[in-house]
């Protein structure tokens, strides 16, 4: 059962990883009012918008997808280090 939530753990934080490099990738080719990036900025804004409050843009550079990647993945660590 554990092994089961530890990859569940692990396949959920992976997704959202892929997400955030997929829409950061499609911010340099699609206008964001495209059907694609408005799907994926209705999953991935509620996660960015908290951490883009606190760390502002730096001039064109928006590294909020950068921290929350790492966030992800800490919380992912932390997550499955109570389980095994």
Do not use: C, E, K
């Not at 080719?29 to 990036?37: D, L, N, V």
């Not at 991935?44 to 929350?68: A, E, H, K, T």
């Not at 790492?70 to 499955?80: K, P, R, S």
Request: net charge positive; charged share 10%.
């Amino acid at each position: 059962m554990t092994f089961f939530i530890v990859q569940l753990i692990r396949s959920i934080a992976n997704l959202l990883i892929l997400l955030l490099v997929i829409d950061a990738i499609l911010s340099f080719f699609m206008p964001p009012y495209h059907p694609t990036r408005a799907a994926l900025g209705r999953i991935l804004n509620p996660l960015l918008d908290p951490i883009r409050r606190v760390v502002p843009p730096v001039g064109m550079f928006d590294f909020s997808p950068l921290i929350l990647i790492i966030l992800i993945q800490i919380v992912a660590n932390l997550l499955i280090s109570l389980f095994l």
